[in-house]
């Protein structure tokens, strides 16, 4: 992780402690460039970051300032922002998974491209559903290259997978694309869901999910309940 994104995840938890207050000035980039030692350059991408992510709005002339938002907000805001896993979403809930299926199979042309492989490489075929405090909340449908992340075992899957690869691999996770649609669930969605037929769609996050070094490590796609889960998107004129 570069040094600008070290200092924004580091401000970006103190506005979620409190530690600034909503409507209160950050420290001036002339002091976080002493507290950092980094450079003024490096400062305002940390901070432009968190201008991005609706956290912090610039005045002209005055500094950088805490937006008032509610304590929620801010969380939620926090999380949408940042990379994480499924259990880190939802750390602090009793979140659950059930293997429907993990196979080792040839990937399909489309996750082919998407992983930068050779439809003759191997890959991970996964597919869990992921309950939080006992409600099903959605279906994971993942590829990962066998060649880059090897090991998982079932044992992996019904914890963090991210986990096992930042832990066991010591691999950094980036970052990640995403594609978000409504789509309507297949029966056999609406049973695992727990939806009765007919009367509510799913949302499905498509992604490409990327290491520091720039590779693929992951494809896929994520069928949430449509009363479940909330997407937050924050626009900046």
Known sequence: M??????ANELRSQIQ???YKPGEQLALEREMCEQYGVSRITIKKAVD????????VKRRGSGTF???LANEDVHDISMANQFSGFSKVFEGHKVS???VRFDIIHPTAEVAEKLNITTDDFVYDIVRLRQVDGSPVVIEYTNMPIELIPGIKREVLEKSIYRYIEEQLHFKIQSAHRFIRALLP?????????????TMPILEVEQVAFLDDGRAF??????????KQVFRVVSIR
Not at 186 to 197: A, F, G, N, S
Not at 218 to 227: F, I, N, S, V
């Open 2 to 7: 570069v040094k600008y994104q070290e200092i």
């Open 17 to 19: 402690a409190g530690v």
């Open 49 to 56: 970051q968190l201008v991005k992510e609706g956290l912090v």
């Open 66 to 68: 805490v937006k008032s």
């Open 97 to 99: 998974t059930k293997v």
């Open 186 to 198: 297949t029966p056999e969605e609406e049973e695992l869901l727990q939806i009765e037929h007919g």
């Open 218 to 227: 992951e494809y896929a796609k994520a069928h949430h309940r449509g009363d």
